[in-house]
């Protein structure tokens, strides 16, 4: 027999072991009941708490994610805003460069076409000019022609007036006269003296020389010989070749020039001037008649010469300028695509760049996407989550939610069903 005390009136009663374990029985069922459902409702209210931490430290990471991920895209946008810039400053550049190259080649194209046309005006004066001169030196020869025929008439009238003896005599003191009487009003610089220079073993008889500007142009041996000067038998023209040209060279002069009036009845020297440059360098032959025409052939001959050769350095200077002119055109062609390819390389490079930003920028996008779907994922699975999944593979647990659905479901009664 077991005693129990009455809590409320204190007295004491005896139960019998049936009695005592029915009440014990009681007493922890309710008890146990009251934990479960304590113990229930904690659980309950933890998973809450947890659902709602879980779900906002995710929202907040997500949002922290979306917030990185604006503050990347915004620096992005700056990024393609500056590329975008860098590329419109770098197509003005370009622009600009290109027309201040194209306003270059078309100051230095007009610059040389008025050089050019400069140049070919210059040329027809000097043609016109040369035409004039043409036309002087024509009436000069002709000029000369009749004083050459005058010249003829008067060596036919001395010779059949004059003995041979007195023509030889006369010969060297008659070129002389005829030098300085015709030739010395148009040539008033020019020497034409005896030569009296025997240093060197043998002299010639005269020398001339003539000069332009201090530039001496012509200069000429002569050697007079007639049939009276040797005491032998006649002689011959061709004896005196080699000594009149070691004369010639002797003194420095460019022509030779024999006057004789050795072989008469020759017809090769009657006929005129005889040119034996072909044995002696610029050495000729020549009867009394043709002394001064062939100075004066001489003369104009070689002036043209010097006319020829400032003409010539001038179109040299022409031609350089010519060479000048197509290299500053090839020198400004190769600057030209030369800035062209490096801007172009820049604006490559500009192009790589923001091609680069795209497909980062791609990326963002995919890996912001992912999250998206991620944080969705984990919404779903936060409002998917129920006790049912919770005390699945747990039968204790299981056991009791059910237990306490029943219980709560008896408290509440039908009614309240």
Partial sequence: MKELKCPKCGNVFQVDEADYASIVSQVKNA???????RRIAELHSQQEAEQKAVKAEVE???????????????????????????????????KLAIMQEQEKSKDLIRGKESKIEELIAQAK????????RENNIREQYENRLKMVQEQV???????????????????????STQFNTMLRPVLPNAYFEKDNDASEGSKGDFIFRDSIDGFEYISIMFEMKNENDETATKQKNEKFFDKLNADRKAKGCEFAVLVSLLEPESELYNGGIVDVSHKYPKMYVIRPQFFIPLITLLVQT??????????????????????????QLEDFKDKFGNNCRLAKERFDKAIAEIENSISHLQKIKEALL??????RLANDKADALSIKKLTRGNP???QKFDDARAQKALTEGPDNQ
Wanted: aromatic share 6%; with cysteine; net charge negative.
């Fill in 31 to 37: 008890e146990f009941q009251e934990e479960i459902d």
């Fill in 60 to 94: 907040r990471e997500s949002q922290q994610k979306l917030f990185d991920k604006d503050k990347q895209i915004l620096e992005k946008d700056r990024v393609i805003a500056e590329l975008k810039n860098t590329i419109s400053q770098n197509e003005s550049y370009l």
């Fill in 125 to 132: 004066v000097n043609q016109a000019e040369a035409g004039m």
């Fill in 153 to 175: 008439d008067y060596y036919k009238d001395l010779k059949t007036k004059l003995s041979t003896k007195m023509v030889g005599e006369s010969l060297e003191q008659h070129c």
């Fill in 302 to 327: 070689s002036r043209k010469s010097v006319e020829l050769q400032r003409e010539l350095a001038v179109a040299k200077s022409q031609s350089v300028d010519v060479t000048n002119f197509e290299s």
């Fill in 370 to 375: 992912g999250t998206e779907y991620n944080l």
């Fill in 396 to 398: 204790t647990m299981k």
